[in-house]
């Protein structure tokens, strides 16, 4: 019998939030692998919603809009199109190629990103985001994150409010079942597409997996998680070049065709 191409049985285990996990599990399977879905992250309302809608009806009031991930234009959209929709003058940026695909699908075709580097970096390097100072700016975003965006932005001398459409919170699923996979060799590759999604993992999975881990070849979808899988002893990494599902499975891929992709 022929050897089954692609992914050759690889069990994957996918750690992205479970409604954006879809798409990537096909892929993984298209490719003759096998998605373990293990979500570290739940997407969830903020904790008060009333400041993000109270922001989202004043959009007129601010010259660009940022989009800081998926979550954030699909918590968002649905407001901002219930109120006046998107005003003509407003400039609206996306952080990440996923973020400038899910406004394009709510209608927004004109969007400010990187060509390259699709990051809160590689949006900051952008002319426009260098020619800020006066001007009001809303980062459309979730409870907490990262402060880049709002710091750079303000030291370049705009105004920086924040509309927080959703929360991330750490699932409480239990873990013997998935350990059992990890016993069976049933897991021969993860995939970290954020700081808080390993995060979440390595405290999920308690002394008892962290050893699994670090011992599995891990897929990360940027140098921050590289360096932060590198931290909690992970020394098996492949870097995607971006957090896209074709960049995840053209890294899977390597690692089933290249027998020393994973240390550099």
Known sequence: MDEAPGLRGLGVLVTRPEHQADTLCRLIESH??????????????????????YRLSR???????????????????????????????????????????????????????????????????????????????????????RELLANTLSARGAQ????????????????????????RSEIGATIVT?????????????????DYLRDTPLVVASERIWKAAVECGCHRLLLARNASDDAIITALLDLITNSHPLVR
Request: hydrophobic share 40%; aromatic share 4%; with cysteine.
């Open 32 to 53: 003759h692998g096998v998605a373990i879905r293990w979500p570290t992250l739940i997407i969830t309302a903020p904790r008060d919603l009333e400041p993000a809608r």
């Open 59 to 145: 959009l007129a009031d601010y010259d660009l809009a940022i989009f800081t991930s998926v979550n954030a234009v699909e918590r968002a959209l649905p407001i901002i199109h219930a109120q006046d929709g998107i005003p003509e003058r407003l400039e609206v940026a996306a952080v990440g190629r996923a973020s400038g695909r899910a406004l394009i699908r709510h209608g927004i075709t004109r969007c400010l990103q990187p060509e390259h580097d699709f990051s809160s970096e590689g949006l900051l390097a952008l002319p426009r985001l260098h020619a800020v100072a006066g001007q009001r700016i809303l980062l459309v975003c979730g409870e907490g994150g």
């Open 160 to 183: 920086v409010d924040r509309a927080e459409v959703y929360r991330r919170e750490r699932p409480t699923t239990p873990t013997e079942t998935l350990l059992a996979r990890w016993r």
């Open 194 to 210: 954020s700081r808080e999604n390993l995060g979440n993992l390595f405290d999920m999975l308690e002394a008892a997996g962290q």
